[in-house]
């Protein structure tokens, strides 16, 4: 059975710094991994996607994750935080097939401050 | 692209009458839909999974009487909330995936969501 664990449920960073949101997945299959972002009262967002080409995906906003699989981690990284980054983040595992359900972590807050 | 609408954005109803809340794919068709349910402050619920012209496949614990889900062509899902009571308020989430080959088939696009509100 598949699961992701999201080690955080808040981060509060400052404007400027980094960000290092942490997810560890588990998945008996090899996994496609995703990080989507949920702004309040927004749809959620893709961030980026992992599905077993290049161990560093890089996303949109600056955001990048790296895959490892000896640690099955995909942690999400951002090197300077900005005002509105701050939304809650999913990580999320799936089979990577066709017509496959998502399955998402609990979820971790990011709070930016000035 | 890959725009995935939801309506209505919010609704309030009244403890024992039906509510459906539509989901399109405005730019690409989806063989396989997703409704999801997400509580305050919580993660998201997969709730079924809705293949068009044919019937959704459930998740345990969710009643397919209750949750009547209907995937009439490539671009549109529906899901009825029958007999709705104030424990059904929630947020409703759907999410498709885009139909042919390719790696985007696992990728997932969400609508904005519904908020349903049961008095």
């Known amino acids: 059975a598949q699961s992701v664990t999201q080690l955080d449920s808040h981060v509060s960073v400052s404007e400027g710094t980094p960000v290092l949101l942490r997810c560890n997945y588990s998945?008996?299959?090899?996994?496609?991994l995703f990080w989507y972002v949920q702004h309040p009262n927004k749809g959620l967002q893709l961030l980026l996607k992992?599905?077993?080409?290049?161990?560093l995906v890089k996303g949109i906003n600056g955001f990048e994750a790296e895959f490892k699989k000896s640690e099955t981690s995909f942690h999400l990284t951002k090197p300077s935080a900005h005002m509105s980054d701050a939304a809650e983040y999913f990580c999320?595992?799936?089979?990577?097939?066709?017509?496959?359900?998502?399955?998402f972590g609990k979820g971790t807050t990011l709070s930016v401050s000035s | 692209g890959a725009v995935v609408s939801q309506h209505p954005s919010w609704v309030i109803c009244k403890s024992g009458t039906s509510v459906k809340i539509e989901c399109r794919s405005l730019d690409f068709q989806a063989t396989t839909m997703f409704w999801y349910r997400q509580f305050p402050k919580k993660s998201l619920m997969l709730m079924a999974t809705s293949n068009e012209g044919s019937k959704a496949t459930y998740e345990q614990g969710v009643e397919k009487d209750k949750f009547l889900i209907n995937h009439a062509s490539l671009t549109l899902s529906t899901l009825t909330v029958t007999s709705a009571h104030p424990e059904d308020s929630s947020f409703y989430i759907c999410?498709?995936?885009?139909?042919?080959?390719?790696?985007?088939?696992?990728?997932?696009?969400f609508g904005p969501g519904t908020r349903l509100t049961v008095l």
């Open positions: 999320v595992v799936s089979e990577g097939q066709a017509g496959t359900a998502l399955i």
């Open positions: 999410s498709a995936s885009p139909a042919g080959a390719g790696g985007a088939r696992d990728t997932q696009y």
């Open positions: 998945s008996s299959y090899s996994p496609s």
């Open positions: 992992y599905t077993s080409a290049a161990t």
